[in-house]
């Protein structure tokens, strides 16, 4: 089985694993508890919390959630960590939802491995413990996962970082710089070796190279996700290891926000940009796709990402357990949590229009 976890010793077995691949499977299986096998209230409190706003999707989630929960008969309190991201607000929030008295909370993790003691106090206090897009780690109280299948994210970011440097140079070898995410979500380390998962190999075989060296996860973790953060090492990196001469021909980005500010920090170097992954389907990273830019993000629609949520928290209210499609992949360190992961689609200039065709946000912009 997959076992991804966010801190501690795990983290330095994921950062060891960022030249070796990373998927292991077993067997095994799990059976998961839902909180409330017998139901409860139909206009009962369904608890979200989500992390700091730091890209279009988390907005879009909380608005979704809001009026999805709502519409579904629910009380729904919906809230964001603050700015600064930090974990406590996320416990703080936690906590008074479990007080409350919510039925069911759904948690998009600001720090994956630091709920632990919320997660049992929601368990404790018969809540259902859903984690929404980023897995919970090392607690036995989470009930369900609910995602797209970020390892596959992660190897579809790696096969179209190879295929969009060989349009542009047929020819290898290519040169290239990772980036991944927060050290502090999850999702970075599973993002990050599905896409090492491809790129591995040709790295061994000397097709790809590393310019600057880094490719331990803990090098090329991006702090809070934040852009600002990504461009500064960006520039770092094109000052130390792309003088002289020496070209870039790709980024592993892993998500738009990130590679718009590593596209920003090429630009102002004056430098010939370099085919840069991406990942949610932001608006500006669209719409820098469709100008030739920005080479590919992954579609990984929240609207339905959302739906799926709430039908299990509309299941968990009926008495009835959750459709899962997956219980073998996602170990959170101390049982396999069962899922329900959605395919990601990568999408590129070709394939936008047919991609965004029914969103009517992003599909004016393939036009």
Do not use: H
């Not at 700091?52 to 809001?66: C, I, M, P, Q, R």
């Not at 592993?252 to 920090?265: E, F, M, Q």
């Amino acid at each position: 089985m997959r076992k991804f976890l966010a801190k501690g010793v795990a983290v330095g077995a994921v950062a060891l694993l960022a030249l070796t691949a990373c998927s292991s499977r077993s067997d095994s299986d799990s059976s998961g508890s839902t909180g409330s096998d017998k139901g409860f209230a139909a206009d009962a409190l369904i608890g979200v919390a989500l992390p700091a706003k730091t890209s279009e999707n988390w907005v879009l989630a909380g608005d979704l959630f809001t009026n999805g929960l709502k519409e579904a008969g629910f009380q729904a309190d919906v809230q964001y960590a603050a700015a600064s991201g930090t974990v406590a607000d996320q416990q703080s929030q936690i906590s008074a939802m479990v007080t409350k008295g919510a039925k069911v909370i759904v948690i998009g993790a600001t720090d994956a491995a630091q709920l632990s003691t919320q997660v049992e106090q929601a368990k404790q206090a018969g809540a259902a413990v859903i984690a929404y897009d980023r897995l919970i780690t090392n607690s036995k109280d989470v009930d369900y996962y609910v995602a797209y299948d970020n390892f596959k994210v992660g190897q579809l970011q790696g096969e179209a970082l190879l295929k969009g440097m060989k349009e542009k140079k047929p020819n290898g070898p290519y040169t290239i710089e990772l980036f991944a995410g927060s050290s502090d979500d999850n999702n970075s380390g599973v993002f990050f070796n599905g896409a090492m998962d491809v790129l591995k190999k040709e790295i061994d075989a000397g097709n790809v190279i590393v310019g600057s060296g880094q490719t331990d996860i803990k090098q090329v973790a991006t702090d809070g996700w934040k852009a600002e953060n990504a461009q500064r090492r960006m520039d770092t990196l094109l000052n130390g290891s792309y003088t002289n001469g020496k070209t870039l021909d790709g980024v592993l980005s892993p998500n738009d926000t990130l590679a718009r500010a590593i596209i920003t920090s090429v630009k102002g170097a004056g430098k010939p940009l370099p085919v840069v992954t991406g990942q949610d389907s932001e608006v500006e990273s669209v719409k820098s796709i469709m100008a030739g830019e920005q080479y590919s993000t992954i579609n990984k629609d929240t609207r339905t990402l959302v739906k799926q949520t709430i039908q299990m928290v509309k299941d968990l209210q009926g008495g009835k357990e959750p459709e899962v499609n997956d219980t073998k992949s996602y170990n959170n360190g101390v049982k396999v949590v069962p899922s329900f992961l959605l395919p990601p689609v990568i999408v590129t200039k070709t394939n936008a229009a047919e991609a965004y065709a029914n969103d009517p946000k992003l599909s004016p912009l393939t036009k």
